[in-house]
């Protein structure tokens, strides 16, 4: 017997207070005599769960309870459903939960509830691109983590070099399209691009995770650690200041007003890996920012101003 479907039959009398076999095997879309075993077995395993014959009969709560039993109020059930909302247009699985959600919420909030899930569509395509879709092995990895067993690897490093990993998954990181899998290995946790795995086999054997671990801030201390990375080398610019925003679309996070110039210019730090890569993200800028510092930078952009006005050198003659 499915234990979510027993815990939709107890939020569907916490919400009603009382409810036929019929009723409840309608909501559930389970057969009557289905319905009515899991309500003898809520009132075997405990659950002060009574039935009444007769006409206006059905099975009720002791007391008459109808409290929500998630302890959702009106703001905190608008929100829950805000964020679901997107995520069931995806999933037929996810449409079906987030009906029966709403159905189990408390009458007085279900109008609101089925509003907020409605409010929102999420397209995570750029224009011109296709849907995207949750690729198999993602699924299949989130399988064994949610079960908890181990999976063999097949992983490329960035040198190209394969190797093959028995590993603990540990969870799984959607950024930006990308996936991540976040796993215990011999060596400690590491994280492991999931496009680079050419081959993943689930194992019969058990996984093993930390009683501590929480996937959420083993992200952030990964996030915090790759930009860290990402910004060993900054320089100092000046930009007219109604650009500024357009600058820090490029750079993000790395990029941060530190002073203002007389001239309508503010003065901005901006950071990357290596000079090169700064170079690179400014050239298109022409004339319209100046590097102030490191020298480095500035070496960077007059090599690639020189590349550049060399391989074009003829087509300008060819224009005069």
Known sequence: ????????????????????????????EISVATARRDLEALSTAGIPVYPQPGRGGGWSLVGGARTDLSGLNAAESQALFVLLGPASSAAPELTS????????????????????AAAVVSDSARWGERDRELPELVEMLQTATVRRFKVRLTYTGRGGRSTERLVDPLGLVDKDGIWYLIAGTESGQRTFRVDRVTNAEVTDLPAERPDDFSLSAEWARVVEEVEQRRSLVSAVVLIDARFFPVLRTHFGRHCQVIGQDDDRRV?????????RSIAEQLAGWGAMIEVVEPESVRAEL??????LAERYASAGDGAR
Request: charged share 30%.
């Open 1 to 28: 017997m499915r234990a979510d479907r027993l815990v939709a039959a107890l939020l569907l009398l916490q919400a009603r207070g009382r409810v036929t076999a019929a009723e409840l095997a309608e909501e559930l």
């Open 97 to 116: 939960a987030l009906r029966k959600l709403i159905r189990a919420l408390p009458a007085t909030f279900r109008a609101d509830a089925e509003a907020a």
């Open 267 to 275: 003065r901005a730090r901006v950071a990357a890996h290596l000079p």
């Open 302 to 307: 007059a090599r690639i101003g020189l590349e």
